[in-house]
């Protein structure tokens, strides 16, 4: 069993940015794929970023460039860095981890742990 807690979250203005932290209960360099996903309200959950056990990563298109996600295993610890944020990223972020290779590909079905979520709120 994997526990994730998140933090980082808050409310900034358009073009400010936020670190989002997630922590894990487990070596992460154990772990096959860590991720952040976010749900808007009223929409579906949809995958941000994500980093496999070998450092590659994959974005949204829709974040590509302003996003950047990385994990310090020495502290156990998923990131995500959000610049030049806009209010449709507006969202509770959860960090994700699946024991099974996921090639970079941002499908809930590759991960098996969830965290609670972080709150990101930016204003216009």
């Known amino acids: 069993q994997v526990q994730l807690v998140e933090s980082g979250g808050g409310s900034v203005q358009a073009g400010g940015s936020l670190r989002l932290s997630c922590v894990a209960s487990?070596?992460?360099?154990?772990?096959?794929?860590m991720g952040w996903f976010r749900q808007a309200p009223g929409k579906e959950r949809e995958g941000v970023a994500v980093?496999?056990?070998?450092?590659?990563?994959g974005y949204a298109d829709s974040v590509k460039g302003r996003f950047t996600i990385s994990k310090d295993n020495a502290k156990n610890t998923l990131y995500l860095q959000l610049n030049s944020l806009k209010p449709e990223d507006t969202a509770m972020y959860y960090c994700?981890?699946?024991?099974?290779?996921?090639?970079?590909?941002?499908?809930?079905?590759?991960?098996?742990?969830w965290g609670q979520g972080t709150q990101v709120t930016v204003s216009s």
């Open positions: 980093i496999d056990s070998d450092g590659m990563t």
């Open positions: 487990v070596y992460t360099y154990s772990i096959s794929c």
């Open positions: 994700a981890a699946g024991t099974r290779a996921c090639h970079r590909r941002l499908l809930e079905r590759y991960f098996d742990y």
